[in-house]
């Protein structure tokens, strides 16, 4: 009796893999949610200033369902938007984000690169990304200049390692960002230096929420800090949440809101919409967009 409660339990313990690897692959991933936030951090009886937070697309040519979702974004209407990066998973992935991106490119926006807008992914072992150190292996080249051409030209302000002013909802932004920090082609001292006193609202934007770049763009005096890579952890914990930020970004700021450490500016770090394509689950962790609402103080 008891080889065959123990047969039974081994059987019920599969059973329930299965069907755990069954809904995080079929299902969550596919699970496109608008998460909405309010940031403090406008000046008193300003009015609100919606941010459309986009990342880590990691879009295949053929996923047309999460292309269409992304479009049908324009409805939320947004001042702004910004990409944090990660947009490709493969070398014809051009025209899908395009496809997705169209109807927001109408709206005043800015972008920073991921490592995975430079190079494609290779097959990994996902136990990989709870190794403190791992070696960083890419694949094939990708179209990033293609990709950067169509924003540009679509009037999104490209902020890898740079600066600008950009006018949305009414209001002067000063926006700074850095090229992907995970891959070492950050360079903050390039465009580091304090907020200008002109703009309404200052932004910092990374793809990688690396404690380097956030405690500079803070110590600088940008008061919200943008970023995404984290996947939000991508396979998580109920009740617990992610294992690994795939950074030195702590697990209890893998996704959303937080005040950045030390400083008085607010992190928002956005878990994505995609997976890498050798990986494609997701679990206790949806893929997501934000609708930030910027509120006074």
């Given at each position: 009796?008891?080889?065959?409660?123990?047969?039974?339990?081994?059987?019920?313990?599969?059973?329930?893999?299965?069907?755990?690897?069954?809904?995080?692959?079929?299902?969550?991933?596919?699970?496109?949610?608008?998460?909405?936030?309010?940031?403090?951090?406008?000046?008193?009886?300003?009015?609100?200033?919606?941010?459309?937070?986009?990342?880590?697309?990691?879009?295949?040519?053929?996923?047309?369902?999460?292309?269409?979702?992304?479009?049908?974004?324009?409805?939320?209407?947004?001042?702004?938007?910004?990409?944090?990066?990660?947009?490709?998973?493969?070398?014809a992935a051009v025209p899908g984000v395009l496809r997705a991106l169209d109807p927001l490119l109408e709206v005043p926006g800015a972008f920073v690169?991921?490592?995975?807008?430079?190079?494609?992914?290779?097959?990994?072992?996902?136990?990989?990304?709870?190794?403190?150190?791992?070696?960083?292996?890419?694949?094939?080249?990708?179209?990033?200049?293609?990709?950067?051409?169509?924003?540009?030209?679509?009037?999104?302000?490209?902020?890898?390692?740079?600066?600008?002013?950009?006018?949305?909802?009414?209001?002067?932004?000063?926006?700074?960002?850095?090229?992907?920090?995970?891959?070492?082609?950050?360079?903050?001292?390039?465009?580091?230096?304090?907020?200008?006193?002109?703009?309404?609202?200052?932004?910092?934007?990374?793809?990688?929420?690396?404690?380097?770049?956030?405690?500079?763009?803070?110590?600088?005096?940008?008061?919200?800090?943008?970023?995404?890579?984290?996947?939000?952890?991508?396979?998580?914990?109920?009740?617990?949440?992610?294992?690994?930020?795939?950074?030195?970004?702590?697990?209890?700021?893998?996704?959303?809101?937080?005040?950045?450490?030390?400083?008085?500016?607010?992190?928002?770090?956005?878990?994505?919409?995609?997976?890498?394509?050798?990986?494609?689950?997701?679990?206790?962790?949806?893929?997501?967009?934000?609708?930030?609402?910027?509120i006074p103080r």
């Amino acid at each position: 009796m008891r080889k065959r409660s123990f047969i039974a339990l081994g059987a019920g313990v599969a059973a329930a893999g299965a069907a755990t690897f069954a809904y995080a692959s079929l299902v969550e991933r596919n699970l496109f949610t608008l998460r909405r936030f309010d940031v403090p951090v406008l000046e008193p009886d300003a009015e609100p200033l919606r941010i459309l937070h986009l990342s880590d697309l990691h879009m295949m040519p053929d996923q047309r369902r999460k292309q269409a979702w992304v479009a049908a974004l324009g409805g939320t209407d947004p001042d702004l938007v910004i990409v944090t990066g990660d947009n490709m998973a493969d070398p014809a992935a051009v025209p899908g984000v395009l496809r997705a991106l169209d109807p927001l490119l109408e709206v005043p926006g800015a972008f920073v690169f991921g490592s995975n807008d430079y190079r494609g992914p290779r097959w990994k072992n996902p136990l990989e990304y709870l190794m403190p150190e791992r070696e960083y292996v890419q694949g094939v080249d990708l179209p990033t200049e293609d990709l950067r051409a169509a924003l540009v030209d679509a009037g999104w302000a490209d902020l890898n390692n740079a600066r600008t002013v950009q006018k949305a909802g009414g209001r002067s932004i000063e926006l700074a960002g850095v090229d992907d920090p995970h891959v070492d082609r950050d360079d903050y001292p390039s465009v580091a230096g304090p907020i200008s006193t002109g703009a309404d609202l200052h932004l910092g934007v990374t793809h990688t929420p690396a404690s380097r770049v956030l405690d500079a763009m803070a110590a600088d005096g940008f008061e919200l800090l943008l970023a995404g890579h984290t996947h939000g952890g991508q396979v998580c914990v109920p009740f617990y949440g992610a294992l690994t930020t795939n950074c030195d970004l702590p697990t209890s700021m893998a996704k959303g809101l937080h005040r950045w450490p030390g400083s008085d500016a607010w992190l928002h770090v956005s878990a994505g919409l995609g997976t890498h394509p050798t990986a494609p689950i997701r679990f206790a962790c949806r893929p997501e967009a934000s609708l930030l609402t910027l509120i006074p103080r």
